[in-house]
């Protein structure tokens, strides 16, 4: 009797604190609708771009999990890191950069022929429309399935492509590829999408930087936005509506399920008792919870967008009680520390361009960072969100650009995340996350590529 009068003053409890959770979800619900910000999946496919299926057929043939792979170095390959630049720009290939040029010759052909049909996608949304046929009643364990392209796949061949481009007598081919298969990754609409996208704009720049310093004409890459955190912005408001739309969509219908979602792993009867009494238990607790991930990842787009205060799980009072957003929210600061480096990373290297085209036509490199804030002062300057960049002329031909390692009290990239390379004394070319060194003089004179700019070549 003792237990039935306790199990049922647990369910009233649950059942109260279930209708307190609805209230709250639905206030957070109306207030995105309030600002016409999609909410659920049916959202985003209301918005998502026609596809064509037959590109997108043959894209995920390229770069599914289970597509054909070859092995490339753990990190990207860089002739002006590891090898001087003389013996680099005379098409002396090393073993590793022909290997991996022979052994993913097929894949790069493939790209450049599927890119130069037509438009393609290569995010979550490129395949949603054919993987959720009726999203008003996907489910958690239906979004699990969802085709997402593999970030190894994209980023082996980026390398790859950058090894083209560093090899070939005219880059410019390789890299109208690698500029489509950039911009074939933006607007996504998932974390992982963002962070592909970001991931494969550094290899894109760098090999753009390395060609510039051959010779070729920066202005079709200085054109090209810059705009990490708008994209990790972007894909914080898919995977709102993507995943955590589908979990506000089962709880406002009452249908939330974490059916072969489990804990620990395991297989044994204690473990899946455990996993249907936790999931039994969701049906109550989990409004509360899809209201803190909604109101969680509507805070992360914004602060990705615009700063203010960082966004802190551990503040929540509520979140003992989480339980699908201990599992599926990501850290939420790194995505978006990630987004600022990415960002600064492209602003040192514009402003890295900048100084090479002036030093080939004057000779000179500025005195100082006065004069080069002139020069350029809307990459110099810190702005409300990014920190400023430091110039310092450390010869008549090399310079070292980096990160102000103290930014404003408003900046969104913590003073800790921020280092400078360290060049050694004979080095003519270094760089890391934050900063950049290079000697123009050790580089040899080439002649400039000044043909008119030539599209991917069959």
Not at 262 to 290: I, K, Q
């Amino acid at each position: 009797m003792v237990v039935l009068l306790l199990g049922l003053m647990g369910f009233i409890l649950g059942l109260a604190y279930r209708q307190e959770g609805l209230r709250v979800l639905e206030a957070e619900v109306q207030k995105l609708r309030v600002q016409d910000r999609g909410v659920t999946l049916v959202d985003l496919l209301a918005k998502a771009p026609i596809v064509d299926r037959t590109q997108q057929a043959r894209a995920w043939g390229l770069f599914s999990h289970s597509a054909v792979e070859w092995k490339v170095p753990s990190k990207p390959i860089s002739g002006l890191e590891a090898r001087c630049l003389e013996a680099r720009f005379h098409q002396e290939r090393d073993r590793e950069t022909l290997r991996v040029l022979d052994e993913s010759a097929v894949k790069r052909q493939a790209w450049r022929d599927l890119h130069q049909a037509g438009p393609v996608r290569l995010t979550v949304i490129g395949w949603l429309k054919e993987d959720v046929s009726h999203p008003e009643t996907a489910s958690l364990t239906t979004m699990v399935s969802v085709r997402t392209p593999s970030l190894l796949q994209l980023r082996n061949l980026a390398v790859a492509l950058g090894a083209e481009a560093r090899t070939s007598a005219d880059p410019r081919p390789a890299l109208a590829d690698l500029d489509a298969l950039v911009d074939a990754t933006r607007h996504g609409a998932s974390l992982m999408d963002g962070m592909i996208h970001v991931s494969l704009v550094q290899l894109r720049d760098d090999a753009w930087l390395e060609a510039i310093l051959r010779g070729v004409d920066p202005q079709p890459w200085m054109a090209l936005p810059m705009n990490a955190r708008g994209e990790v912005a972007e894909a914080w408001a898919g995977e709102r509506m993507l995943f955590t739309g589908v979990y506000v969509q089962n709880t406002l219908q009452g249908t939330i399920s974490g059916t072969g979602l489990y804990f620990g792993g395991g297989t044994s009867r204690l473990t899946a008792m455990g996993e249907w009494l936790s999931f039994r238990a969701l049906w109550f607790l989990a409004p509360h919870d899809a209201a803190f991930m909604l109101k969680t990842m509507a805070a992360s787009e914004d602060y990705c967008r615009s700063g203010g205060t960082p966004i802190s799980l551990g503040s929540v009072d509520i979140s003992r009680l989480r339980v699908i957003s201990r599992l599926a929210l990501p850290n939420v600061m790194e995505t978006t520390i990630t987004a600022v480096q990415a960002e600064q990373a492209q602003r040192i290297r514009r402003l890295a361009a900048r100084l090479i085209v002036g030093w080939r036509a004057s000779g000179h490199l500025p005195e100082d960072a006065a004069q080069l804030d002139r020069e350029c002062q809307v990459l110099m300057v810190a702005t409300a969100l990014l920190p400023g960049i430091l110039y310092e002329r450390r010869s008549a031909t090399a310079f070292r650009l980096a990160t102000d390692p103290a930014p404003a009290a408003t900046s969104m990239l913590p003073a800790d995340r921020i280092q400078a390379v360290k060049p050694g004394p004979e080095a003519s070319y270094a760089k890391g996350q934050n900063s950049l060194f290079l000697d123009l003089g050790k580089i040899p004179a080439f002649t400039p590529v000044i043909t008119p700019a030539v599209s991917s070549a069959k």
